[in-house]
């Protein structure tokens, strides 16, 4: 893949993102924000990629490990407490009756 | 193009769109919930496409088994059991965790492809390639490192764990912080230049950076600077992407980054606040204590729980203003069973909810709604504005400059031209609040000098409690 290539991949990602978000109730800021930054866990990827790469480099192995821990305690961790707060939003009609 | 490349890139650009789904969802109610388990699916999806991708190429190592798998289970055990466990008001310091950790795993990253050059990226050494390559480690260990240090600053001053020092409010720590950025600057270029070993500069100058930018900005201010680092781990998974080649995490990250952008200038908007001031100008409260909004109280009526209790009885509809006092006291619970008893008096209650009202916009629905109140009472502030002159008492729960009528009729007031509420239009206003202490604007607020608002003076919780025992004393609610 070209680095001009990427830039554009960049560049529309940015867009995507900013279009994304346009209209959004204050009720669910917090889940937004919460469900935005599990998805930036999505370094686990690269984290992966360096553990396949690694090639029995031990040290390597290691921090690719770690930082595959640390985005994953991220993607994890964000996804459920989100979910954890919009049941929250959900369940209200059906208890109310 | 084998089978494998084919693959990859299919399973790749489904899960770019359900990602953008994902997002799009969470930001309607009705679909949010569903939104979420997307992204997430879609998160997994692009494991599975990775994965399947090495094993039909190159192949993977036992070895690199046994890494993944520790790494993965011991990350995410951890990250599940936190979400379970942590109390809802503890929402924004949670959130900074996690992004912080997201930071510091594309800096790992980036530092381990700099420390050991992956074999395959060593062919095809040309010049262009190389500088592209040193530039996106950077890149990505400057934003990565930021954000772990800033977030997690950030998460010890929500706890408590960490108080403002006095000289971060001085001016001094703008030269620290720019020699920080200088030095970050230099250790930058060094590393371009090709001597490999001021990347251990780079890592500790823009840790301290990312430390020295978050400690002074002040706790009601946080909420902004976590949305700007969400914003940041976006940016650096997006040059993380350019690290390893991949066009997933370049989107996906920048999306993240773009996406956190925004609503962070609409928390900023909510309070009135730009983003220069929250990141430059320290906590608001040093600096606005001698500015003209200040000055003493003259008419404060303060009133008894008695008194409210008999007021709220007669009354036909309430409207209750939840604020930041409210959450920290983690009264919400006991709000509810007061307005339970109103209900069934058949007085009409509804919340007022400002944009910002919480710890962090939303924060307040979703405190709320964990203590069951119904979805159809929370009201937006620009719906609920209109029904103020035909109320007959509002309650003001630990919220202060949100009610604060100077924003609206004293254009000399910091505060001016913040959306505010308009509880001073109702018949009866009751303060409920710890002392006389200013909100975090550090602004007098003109509300509880007006005839209409008695101040009762007590922790938000303990307050309502004594209210549900005088509510009971009178019969409200009890058919």
Known sequence: MSFISLLWVLLLGSLLGLELIGKVPPTLHTPLMSGANAISGITMLAALTLIVKAEGNVPLLIIGSVSLGFALFNVVGGFFVTDRMLSMFSRKPSNKK | ?479
């Not at chain 2, 109390?87 to 930071?103: I, R």
């Not at chain 2, 997690?152 to 720019?178: D, E």
């Not at chain 2, 604007?441 to 003109?446: A, Y």
């Open chain 2, 1 to 479: 193009m084998n089978l494998p490349v084919i693959i990859k890139f299919i399973i790749d650009l489904l899960a770019v769109l359900l990602l953008a789904l994902g997002i799009k969802g969470l930001s309607k109610v009705k679909s949010a919930r569903d939104a979420n388990r997307l992204a997430a699916f879609a998160m997994s999806l692009s494991v599975i496409g990775l994965l399947s991708y090495y094993l039909g190429t190159s192949g993977i190592a036992i070895q690199s088994w046994i890494w993944i798998i520790i790494g993965s289970i011991i990350g995410s055990l951890f990250g599940a059991i936190l979400a379970k466990k942590v109390p809802m008001t503890s929402m924004p310091e949670t959130v900074a965790l996690f992004n912080g950790c997201g930071g510091m795993s594309s800096l790992l990253v980036a530092l381990g492809v700099a420390i050991f050059p992956i074999s395959s990226s060593s062919e095809n050494l040309d010049f262009f390639k190389s500088l592209i390559n040193q530039v996106s480690i950077s890149v990505s260990i400057f934003v990565g490192a930021i954000t772990f240090t800033g977030s997690i600053v950030a998460m010890a001053k929500l706890q408590g764990w960490l108080s403002t020092p006095g000289w971060t409010q001085s001016k001094v720590r703008h030269f620290v912080n720019i020699v920080f950025a200088v030095a970050s600057l230099i250790a930058f270029f060094d590393l371009i230049n090709g001597n490999t070993s001021s990347i251990w500069l780079l890592v500790i100058v823009s840790s301290l950076l990312g430390i020295g930018v978050t400690l002074p900005i002040g706790g009601a201010d946080m909420p902004v600077v976590i949305s700007l680092l969400n914003s940041y781990s976006g940016i650096a998974a997006a040059a993380a992407g350019f690290v390893v080649d991949s066009q997933l995490l370049i989107v996906a990250g920048a999306m993240v980054g773009a996406a956190g952008l925004i609503l962070t200038q609409v928390m900023c908007k909510g309070m009135n606040r730009s983003l220069v001031s929250v990141l430059f100008g320290g906590s608001l409260s040093a600096q606005s204590t001698a500015s003209s909004g200040s000055g003493e109280y003259t008419n404060i009526t303060s009133c008894s729980v008695e008194e409210c209790a008999l007021t709220l009885e007669a009354a036909n509809k309430v409207i209750i203003v939840p604020g930041y006092g409210l959450a920290v006291a983690q009264a919400q619970h006991t709000l509810r069973e007061v307005t339970k008893k109103l209900e069934q008096n058949g007085i009409e209650v509804v919340y007022a909810i400002h944009p910002v009202a919480g710890r962090m916009p939303g924060h307040m629905n979703v405190l709320l709604a964990e203590a069951d109140v119904p979805y159809e009472q929370l009201k937006e502030m620009d719906v609920v504005n209109p029904d103020f002159p035909a109320t007959d008492v509002v309650l003001v729960l630990g919220a202060n400059d949100v009610v604060n009528p100077q924003a609206k009729n004293d254009s000399s007031s910091p505060l001016y031209g913040m959306p505010v509420l308009d509880v001073q239009e109702a018949r009866t206003v009751f303060v409920i609040k710890r002392g006389m202490s200013a909100g975090y604007s550090g602004i007098k607020n003109d509300l509880f000098d007006l005839p209409n608002t008695s101040m009762v003076f007590g922790d938000a919780k303990k307050v309502l409690n004594d209210l549900i025992g005088e509510l009971k004393d009178l019969g409200v609610g009890e058919k």
